[in-house]
């Protein structure tokens, strides 16, 4: 992938823009050099259909650093975090990483939600020599090995071998697919075709829609109780997930559901009541979970947002915190951050469990929980 080249009077636009919101963010007040404090950037949706992901994610870097400051910076040093919305959009993203590359007072970035935002800048981080800890999912990421990008997120490949393990163990063997049509949900629907074929399954039947734009699912539905499948798997998040359950219980299609964490979300309830009853997921986080270190971390989050956190909130708590560790260690520069990162000399114990980063800079995790919607709520999955 070519860098992308921000040229004319939209690049001045853009630097304009960028300035102004550094001085509103405290980068020009009273230290021009910023040599007092830390200045880490953040991208991710904050409009849009993933804007509750993204807002999520915020919040749980500004808990981070607000603990890191509180508890005397980085090395004296306060973080100061430089956000952005990339509203979900490739080519936002690929213009903030032009923005974020530019500024040479961040030393990291923590991005993007979406894979395919992700996927638009790491051309550009990578040119750059800027380090990225992201959460976008999808194997591409793992094909193209970027080495100032770090996955602290669970792959698509994974999650999607997991699920489908999952639902052969369950004797569901011929499911049919729905699919976000993008990185993200061509991964999934990928991995779980190869895993149930190679199982001995089949797939009743795979249909797309578009992300923030499909709304009617009628159709796809019908196509897919017509087909004959005895579940459906869905590779996409909650906002069209409950789209999906609630034209499902109107057609009467009572077949068992699975999906990976882009389903698993509190709001997947909200909006889709009693028709996500069952529904099943992957999921790396579950706020029950008595662990001292992830309640810690869910008093503080709710005390400070007042609401629980889900699983981009904790994996944005824990990016923050590894990269910090990285900065303490390796000092500001960003190829010596991208060198600590790619051989952290021991795992980090973090709110979604120890964290490793492997040859391809994906994040190295043992297993993930099996949850349910059982009486309205998330829960372990016991069969």
Same mark, same amino acid.
């Given at each position: 992938m070519k860098k992308r080249m921000i040229t004319g009077i939209g690049a001045l636009s853009l630097i304009l823009s960028f300035s102004l919101l550094l001085s509103g963010c405290g980068a020009g007040s009273g230290d021009p050099s910023g040599a007092d404090k830390v200045y880490v950037g953040w991208v991710a949706p904050l409009t849009g259909s993933g804007a509750n992901y993204g807002q999520q994610m915020l919040n749980g870097a500004k808990l981070a650093a607000q603990e890191i400051n509180d508890a005397g910076g980085i090395k004296g040093k306060k973080i100061e975090i430089v956000s952005q919305d990339d509203k979900s959009d490739p080519k936002e993203a690929a213009n903030i990483a032009q923005m974020f &590359?530019? $500024?040479k007072k961040l030393v990291g970035v923590l991005g993007n939600y979406n894979s395919s935002c992700a996927l638009a800048g790491a051309p550009i981080y990578d040119m750059e020599k800027l380090p990225v800890i992201h959460v976008g999912t999808s194997p591409v !990421? &793992?094909?193209q090995k970027h080495d100032y990008m770090f996955r602290i997120s669970v792959t698509d490949a994974f999650q999607g071998s997991f699920v489908s393990r999952w639902m052969i163990d369950e004797g569901l063997k011929n499911? %049919? @697919? @729905?699919?976000e049509n993008d990185d993200y949900g061509r991964g999934l629907k990928e991995t779980v075709s190869k895993e149930i074929v190679k199982d001995g399954g089949k797939i009743a039947g795979e249909w797309s829609y578009m992300l923030s734009q499909t709304k009617d699912y009628t159709a796809l539905l019908t196509n897919a109780k017509q087909s004959g499948a005895d579940s459906i798997f869905i590779g996409g998040l909650y906002t069209e997930g409950a789209l999906i359950a609630k034209q499902m219980q109107q057609l009467g299609l009572k @077949?068992?559901?699975y999906g990976t964490d882009g389903l698993y979300e509190k709001s997947l309830i909200e909006l889709?009541?009693?028709a996500v009853e069952g529904w099943k997921t992957s999921g790396l !986080?579950?706020? &029950? $979970?008595?662990?001292? %270190?992830?309640?810690s971390f869910i008093k503080a989050y709710s005390a400070a947002y007042g609401s629980t956190p889900g699983t981009y909130a904790a994996l944005h708590y824990d990016g923050m915190k590894i990269l910090a560790k990285a900065i303490e260690n390796a000092g500001s520069n960003r190829e010596k951050i991208q060198a600590y990162l790619t051989k952290m000399p021991e795992p980090f114990a973090g709110v979604t469990g120890s964290v490793t980063f492997d040859e391809h800079h994906d994040s190295v995790r043992s297993t993930l929980n099996k949850l349910v919607i059982k009486d309205g709520q998330w829960q372990l999955y016991q069969k």
């Open positions: &590359t530019g $500024d !990421f &793992t094909e499911p %049919a @697919i @729905i699919w @077949i068992p559901v889709g009541g009693d !986080f579950l706020p &029950t $979970d008595p662990s001292p %270190a992830l309640q």
